[in-house]
């Protein structure tokens, strides 16, 4: 299937592509009534056109998989669409692949996806977390559940009421997850951990209470908390990791929630690491090289690395913003920034509830700024980073 529009290029028909002995046990969860179309066909010019509503994506495809896609729409199952297709003088195991070619590869795109978790309660793994005041339960699939529930255990909490809910449902090798029975996405099983975070956060940006989230990692410094942030490949996460090896306190790696008192409360998920950072962090994070490893969405390898030390959850002042500027051989030297400097770095990437920077949320970050010490750090030593900081916050 060949992608028209941006979306880089992906075959659903690769008929000879390798589909493993579990071509039959597979159909089973494949009836009419288990999948959900999401996606449009048309015939235009000549050629056969899927439209993917939830990605607004567009794709040509040849005419047996529009056969196959109209044969789906009609509710026919795939085992009944196979043997069509072999009917029309095709080894019946090939039909086989066609199909399931196909349907591997729209599902993976979004363009059809399983009707709703059908599991039965028992094998079910559930979990309940808690972030920014929201409690969250998430219900695995027990084959799917670790080491991805793993990845949350510093969350969990011992309570019976949910303010929201996720299921998770395992169909064709991938795992779709659904909101309160509505679906929402689906990954491969390598990426549940980072789609759950994504999620996780929505939520709590979407349904906390805070008047500005900021992007900066927040650790405790004392009785003060110091907010570091900067542009990705800055060394945000692996800079956070050392700190906390160095006595701080984590609280977030990533975002941090700003009240209207100028105080912030960090989110405390577990950091993400990224392949290129795992040799900087061996002497921080000995135990790293252990951690199970997953991917984003763009297939680069993270382990995530759970902090030993964790700030309080109570509102902690902030008594330092340091923004992060990292060169390649670059001297080590922390500077004071001017107040204008230190706004524009906390406003970048920053997040208001209903979107918009409101005159609340901007009297928020005066306040933090103008109790805060502002810094730029220029490094390219680890090392020298830390301790740098770690004077300036003393």
């Known amino acids: 299937m060949a992608c028209i529009g941006g979306r ?13 002995g579990t071509v ?8 009419p009534t288990s999948l959900v179309i999401q996606g449009r066909l048309a015939r235009v010019g000549g050629q056969n056109i899927l439209f993917g509503s939830s990605g607004q994506a567009i794709f040509a495809i040849n005419d047996t998989a529009a056969d196959i896609w109209r044969s789906l729409e009609e509710g026919m199952p795939p085992e009944a669409i196979s043997f069509e297709i072999a009917r029309g003088g095709i ?15 729209w599902e993976r795109l979004g363009l059809i996806r399983p009707r709703g978790p059908l599991s039965a309660p028992w094998a079910h793994v559930s979990q309940m ?4 005041g929201l409690h969250i339960r998430i219900v695995y699939p027990a084959a799917c559940a670790f080491p991805a529930a793993t990845v949350f255990r510093h969350l969990e909490v011992q309570r019976e009421a949910a303010d929201v809910v996720f299921h998770l449902a395992e169909h064709r090798g991938r795992i779709h997850l659904f909101r309160a029975g509505d679906w929402v996405q689906s990954c491969s099983p390598d990426e549940l951990p980072v789609m759950l975070k994504g999620h996780l956060l929505t939520e709590v940006l979407e349904h906390g209470a805070y008047e500005l989230a900021v992007h900066a ?18 060394g945000k996460t692996t800079l956070t990791m050392a700190l906390v090896h160095a006595g701080f306190g984590f609280a977030a790696d990533d975002v941090t929630l700003l009240d209207s008192n100028g105080r912030c409360v960090g989110l405390p998920f577990a950091p993400a690491v990224k392949a290129g950072a795992w040799p900087l962090l061996a002497e921080y994070c000995p135990d790293l090289h252990a951690v199970p490893i997953f991917r984003r969405p763009d297939r680069r390898r993270v382990r995530f690395a759970v902090p030993r030390a964790f700030a309080p959850h109570s509102p902690q002042s902030v008594g330092s913003v340091i923004l992060l500027r ?3 051989d670059a001297k080590a030297c922390l500077e004071p920034v001017d107040p204008a400097s230190a706004l524009r770095g906390l406003l970048n990437g920053a997040f208001a509830p209903g979107r918009e920077l409101t005159g609340t949320a901007f009297n ?31």
């Open 129 to 132: 977390v808690a972030i920014a």
């Open 364 to 394: 928020t970050l005066a306040k933090v700024i103008g109790s805060a010490q502002a810094y730029c750090l220029n490094y390219s030593s680890l090392d020298d980073a830390v301790e740098l900081i770690a004077k300036a916050c003393r």
């Open 8 to 20: 880089g290029d992906t075959h659903v028909m690769k008929q000879h592509q390798a589909v493993d």
């Open 217 to 234: 990692a927040a650790l405790l410094a004392g009785a003060r908390v110091a907010l570091v942030c900067g542009n990705p490949g800055a």
């Open 91 to 105: 080894d019946r195991h090939e039909a086989d692949r066609y199909v399931e070619a196909a349907l591997d590869d």
């Open 326 to 328: 990292r060169g390649h």
């Open 24 to 31: 039959a046990a597979r159909r089973a969860d494949c009836s």
